[in-house]
């Protein structure tokens, strides 16, 4: 039996309008369905939570909830592991000194609140900075200067003292 049969069938029976009104208003209200993570989902999150634990502990914080959030939010439109952490780290490093600006995990979460950092001019920055760093594993032997040769036999000596 749909809903539309539920509410005439209880009308035909006589039953208040008043009453009609709020059982339709009720069934209108039905609960969502239930969400549950993946495997990945959840791991994913979980490194995201250690990121957010390095800035802020809250006891209040509703782990689970905002876990649901991460998921609603990312099935809707993906979003890669290195541009939530970064709008964690933008969010919550910026406000370091204020722990009572903390947005809960939750509400960044369903606001999406990394979106409104620019990964892509982070990664784009970063990119062209490692590009002007010289490998120091690479092939090529490193030359020492004279005080960089002289500074490691006197460390050896010393730990060869001990």
Known sequence: MTDGELIAALAKAGIDSDLLV??????????PKEIV?????????ERL????????????????????????????K?????????GIRCEYGAKKDRPELYAQMETFMSQRRWDT????AYAK????????????NSAQPVTRSKFGLEWDRQQARKQAAE
């Open 125 to 136: 920055a970063l990119a062209a900075k490692s590009a002007n760093v010289v490998n120091i």
């Open 78 to 86: 993906p979003a890669t592991f290195e541009e939530v952490e970064f």
């Open 22 to 31: 709020a059982v339709a208003s009720r069934m209108r209200r039905k609960a």
């Open 49 to 76: 939570w250690a990121v957010r634990q390095q800035f802020v502990r809250r006891a209040g914080d509703p782990k689970k909830r905002a876990l649901i959030k991460f998921v609603q939010q990312i099935r809707a």
């Open 37 to 45: 993570p993946t495997d990945e989902e959840t791991a994913l999150f």
């Open 117 to 120: 950092y620019d990964y892509a």
